[in-house]
């Protein structure tokens, strides 16, 4: 207790430390000085003794003492008082509340914190009167526009970057006015003013004293001196030793010797002069006039200045800035654009940028690759059922234009021809955008990335062209190409050299080429080429220039341009070759490919066109319903509809006499066109479905990677209903009846039921082939499976409009497995168009559907997975389950008997994935 009343005591003694009592206490261990303890022994209070005075005299204790400017207790430097008991001051490096918005401390009036002699603390601002460096050319402070330094923006009218305490401008004669407050002999200022490319100002008269005066200090020295010394006063100036025009001095001045070197300066802040001694320092006036172009410096009324007088390099002969995208000057790639930029030392005065399609830093711009990869069939049609591709001339309504935007051709609404596009290797597509009313026929040709060219064959009796420079996004006029038509016949595009080439079957029966550059398309010249009935263009891409014209009487007509269509060489018919509604390709290896309707293709080599070789094999094809591409590789792909529907790619590999095994797009189909893709061995395929247009990117090389696991199957392709993969044969009741390979169903009492099946099913995949002959019909059973003991009762179903009006369903018992919202997507086509629908059940109950290789209902998981067990369970097919018929097949009065055909119906033993639905989808019902 004693210690603490000596420490209290001794801290309330600081003003003198006086003794309020003696101690005998031995040594404290450790202790301080001016902790309130006797530490020495000595009997006296440790802060009464002359070595401890000051500790308790520090400073934080609240009481200024001597040698503190302040003492207010705390640790808080953003007070008035620092921490070190010194007022706070604009530079200490602590921002003061209220009082500064900032403090760097590093007294530097030039930065964003002006701190410095004079500073204020508060962040830099145009109008401070500080210039920031890098950010303002002048700072005056003063507001007033047309004094040097534009108020609100701090650009300099002249010395801009150069920190002067004054500036004027005389925007009349171009003379720059400089003030600086710092103090120099005259000799000394005139050298400064000499470095700024100036000299110390000197006043013509009264007018440019006036301007003089409002950009100069105090006392500011002028360019003037007396050098005169024999008994007169003879001012002249100090630089070039001319004499003075005008003269200003104050009542009484000048008064110096006469016999003494004196200079000239403002009388302190009056308007007037006096006289001085040059060799005092004193505040100056540079004076800058305006510079010749080709100077290197940008005077004021000067764009730029590259220091020579030179027209075409960006800045001309009077110092003007230009412009090279418009002058041709630039070295932007011919696939850039040029975009002109403000002049700027060492610096180009424009940019590249390399077009879209191309990629690079636009001085060298390269096409941008796209990366292809197989795509399941889709609609590409954008919601239209009234649109074909079978337009006059089987062939190249499907281009990959440079850069990689695919364009599809179709025709709509009975003969308008409309075009979509694709950016991203056909995941999507544009809506289609009408070309022209009344067409026979159209095709398509990329000329360069983003310009692309549509060719068509008008009912009005002209073929015209229109063009795209931006991908598609907008499509510019048509151009007549010309009247000379002939009808019924075909047209065909190519480019060649920069030129486009519009072939066109005229009147008197031979292929003209139409030629123009691709950027004017308002002018053509013309050509004969070959007898022509169906032509068409096509480019030898290891012979630059070289084109050839090709076309069928039905006897194959060929000849040869060496000089991108200009001109052509003799027609020269082949021997035993000869094919209506012919097709064309040619890309590598120097082999011309040509198909039609004769089920082969015939081979003509570019170094012997009257020879053509025939390989037999296709299988036959709808009429005008086979086209041919080629790949760089020199294989020709083929893409034809079958007979009875159905779209195939068949590879002729090069060199080759015999076919690949064909590749199924898709079940159905007609009028298919076909182009293959850079890289990878790909090709694209478009094609009509029931008055849509579909597409799909296929590898023909290789066959779709069929779906294991398929436990039962029901094909009807042998006009019975047995199982082809397990022991479930059907039996079909009432009016049910198989067809053409398709088991018909009334909708009224006919369906189809198995014997049990043989093996436990768990996980699985319900998929069948059907086509609706009712779209209002509602709860029709297309496939179900089932276990109809009274003790289960249970099933899980494809159903179609159960639920939802136009909707595929999943069917279940008490719909406990069954989807509770809409899909939002109804049918809209009814028999014969076949839908693939695909109902997958996984171990944990989840439930995905699929439509045609797409998701349709999205996974779900409305409940446990229902088993289903051999030797009980059955198949249904047509109605939904068991409780809707009696024993013998009798219909109890309700209606979930499907209207409709089915033409496959499987069971695979476990939830496929979409990517071996997309793979059935591609086989149809007929494949694996």
Known sequence: MRALVLALACAAATAGCTVLTSFDQPVEQGAQCGDGVDNDGNGLMDCQEASCADACERCGDGHPDDGEQCDDGNQDDTDGCLTGCVLARCGDGHVQAGVETCDDGNGDNGDACPDGVGGTC?????????????????????????????????????????????????????HCYLGFAETLDVITANDVCMELGGYLAVPDDVGEDTLIRAAAPASASLGLADGDLDGGYGFRLVTGDLPASYLNFSSGQPDEPLDALICVSYDGDLPTWQDNDCATGRPYVCELEPQPCGDLVVQPGEECDDGNAADGDGCDASCADEDECALGTDNCDLHATCFNQPWAPQQPGFT?????????????????????????????????????????????????????????????????????????????????????????????????????????????????????????????????????????????????????????????????????????????ASVDTVTSVFGKLLIDPQAPGNVWAVADTPDFQLALSTDDGASFGVAHAPTSGGQAYSDWALRGGGRIYVTGDAPEVDIIQVTTPDVATAVTGLANAAPQSRTITADGAGHAIVAQAGLSGGVDVIRLPAGASVFDVPVTVEAVGDYPSIVSLPGGGLVAVSYTVAGEIRFAIVDPATSPPAALG??????????????????????????????GGRLILDGVDDYLRTSPIDATIGARTLVAWVAVDNLAQRGGGVLTLEDPTPANDIFDAIVYGEGFAGEWFVGSDFGQRSNSAPVGVAETATTPTLVMLAYAYQPDGTITTYRDGVVYKAAFAPGPMQTYGAGVADVLIGVRHDDAILSTGTPTGTDPYLAGQVEDARIYDHALSLAEIQALVSAGPNGL
């Open 352 to 524: 590249c940028e390399c077009d879209s399609g191309y990629v690079g830093d636009g001085v060298t711009c390269t096409p941008s690759v796209v990366a292809f990869t197989p795509l399941p069939p889709a609609t590409i049609s954008g919601g239209m059922t009234d649109c074909t591709t079978a337009f006059g001339q089987a062939g190249h309504k499907l281009e990959v234009a440079p850069g990689g935007v695919l364009y599809a051709l179709m025709l709509c609404g009975g003969g308008d021809v409309y075009v979509t596009e694709s950016g991203d290797a056909g995941q999507s597509w544009s809506s289609p955008t009408v070309l022209a009313s009344g067409a026979d026929e159209a095709t398509v040709v990329g000329v360069q990335p983003g310009r692309t060219v549509v060719a068509m064959a008008l009912t009005t009796g002209e073929v015209a062209v229109r063009q795209t420079l931006d991908g598609g996004a907008t499509w510019e006029p048509a151009q007549t190409v010309t009247t000379d038509v002939a009808g019924g016949s075909g047209v065909a595009a190519a480019v060649s050299g920069g030129e486009v080439l519009i072939g066109v079957t005229s009147t008197a029966g031979t292929l003209v080429v139409h030629r123009a550059t691709a950027a004017d398309l308002s002018s053509f």
């Open 710 to 739: 398929l436990i039962h199957r029901w094909s009807f392709e042998t006009g019975f209903a047995d199982d082809a993969y397990g022991f479930a044969d059907g039996t079909l009741f009432n009016g049910a009846a198989i067809v």
């Open 122 to 174: 508060v962040d830099a601002f145009c109008g401070d009167s500080f210039v920031e460096l890098g950010v303002e050319e002048c700072d005056d402070g003063n507001g007033e526009p047309g004094d040097g330094c534009e108020p609100g923006t701090c650009v300099a009218t002249c010395g801009g970057g150069i920190a002067a305490d004054g500036r004027a401008y005389d925007p009349s004669t171009g």
